[in-house]
């Protein structure tokens, strides 16, 4: 009996600090993540990145770019103001982006 118990708290002190680990993952991922899209020629402020929850991961205005803590959470890509513009953005009369042609 002791011998059992040794092995579950020997499991438990082993696993803990990848439990805690968790958020630090998240960021690492997060920050690898953003050096790519970096790397591929987009401006640092016309991005962000947001590591959410997966319940809470379905936004419209965002894309999934990545997953971290055991696939418990979700990191998010949305463009910023400063990127969010399009070549054909104009409004039209209706103050509505115009279809484009």
């Not at 092995?7 to 960021?27: D, G, K, R, W």
């Not at 962000?48 to 890509?77: E, F, M, W």
Request: hydrophobic content about 35%; proline content about 7%.
């Amino acid at each position: 009996m002791k011998f059992s118990t040794g092995i579950v708290a020997s499991l438990l002190i082993l696993a803990s600090p990848q439990v805690l680990a968790a958020p630090e993952s998240c960021e690492r991922v997060r920050s690898d993540i953003e050096q790519r899209i970096i790397n591929n020629g987009v401006a640092q402020d016309s991005f962000t990145l947001s590591i959410v929850p997966n319940d809470q991961a379905d936004r419209p205005d965002s894309l999934v770019v990545g997953h971290c803590a055991n696939d418990t959470h979700k990191i998010l890509y949305a463009r910023t103001s400063s990127g969010n513009a399009t070549a054909n953005s104009t409004p039209s009369q209706d103050g509505h982006p115009a279809e484009p042609q």
